[in-house]
Each structure stands twice: as C-alpha cells, then as structure tokens.
C-alpha cells in the first residue's frame, strides 16, 4: 500500500455527493435484487437437494458470494448495481478513481462486521459536507452522482474521529472552506 502523504484528492460540487435520500432508494432496489437472487438459490437447493446440512453450507456460502461480488465488484465497475445505476450515483476513491477490490471489500466487511451499524452509518451522513457514512470515511470513499467532475484537488490528510466509543483514524482531502 503506497503513502497518500503528500498527494493530493480530489474533491467534488456540495450538490454532487450522493444524499441520504439518494443513497437510501439504492440501497432497496439493491436490497430486492439480492433478496431475489438468494430467494431464487433457496428455492432451486429445496427442490433439488433433500435438506441435508451440507445443501444449507453450500446455500449460505453461494448466497454470501454474491453478495460480496455484488456490493464489491459489481458496485465498482463501469457498470454498477442496479440499485446505484437507477440512482446514478457511483463510488469513487480520495482520487476520484474507481476503488480497488480491495478497497470494497474493506468497505463490504464494515458493512457487515464492523462497528459501524447500518442506520448509525446511514444517519452519519446527513451531517457531513461530503455525505460520507463512517465506512466510506475509513474506506477513504465517496458515493457521488454519476457524472460529477472534480472541482479541485486538495491534500490529503489524517483525521482523527472519536464516535461511540471508537478512535478512528482515516485519511480524507482537506476541502477548503
């Protein structure tokens, strides 16, 4: 992992950060594909294997790869989820890149194990400037409309966030006010 001391991000219109609103209708529409596609997986496992503890392993560990490769891959690429094609929003790194894979699943795993809860994370948003949620903060990404365009580059620096009892680290661009 190279140093991001002394480079600089980029940072983007006020406008152009995706809102809660925004964020929240692609987090459904996301929410009923992958309900769809592990729906779809229970059904075929139940008429296809006898209920066997070894068709439930195989079920959950199927059901739980799509989930990464949707929320990670999928999210990052060219094409995106559903969800976030409908709300034309897209994740973008400190650069205004596309993330890494490993940057999403670093994202994936606060999702889903990490200390930030879903509606705590999502609330966090409505008070930021960049409407980053605290694991897109330490994933050092941003949810942004679809076609924004950096207007500017900044440094990026380490901040320090001390939120229901954790001490958190990150690196973000210092936007000028």
């Known amino acids: 992992m190279t140093s991001q001391k002394n480079k600089l991000g980029v940072y983007y219109s006020p406008e ?34 006898d209920g066997n503890s070894s068709a439930f392993t195989i079920l959950f560990t199927v059901s739980l790869t799509t989930c990464l490769l949707y929320l990670t891959v999928i999210k990052a690429s060219q094409f995106s989820t559903l969800g976030f094609w409908c709300t034309k929003i897209q994740i973008v790194n400190l650069f205004g890149e596309k993330p890494s894979f490993w940057t999403m699943g670093f994202r994936f795993i606060l999702l889903t194990l990490g200390p930030f809860e879903l509606i705590i994370d999502l609330l966090w948003l409505t008070g930021e400037k960049t409407k980053q949620t605290l694991r897109d903060k330490y994933a050092g990404t941003y949810v942004i409309r679809k076609n924004a365009v950096p207007i500017g580059k900044a440094p990026i620096i380490q901040s320090r966030l001390d939120v229901l009892g954790w001490h958190l680290v990150f690196s973000e661009v210092d936007i000028p006010e």
Do not use: G, Q
Request: aromatic share 20%.
């Open 16 to 49: 152009d950060y995706a809102n809660f609103w925004r964020r929240i209708a692609a987090w459904v529409i996301d929410l009923l594909v992958l309900s769809l596609l592990v729906s779809s997986y229970s059904l075929l496992f139940v008429y296809c294997t």
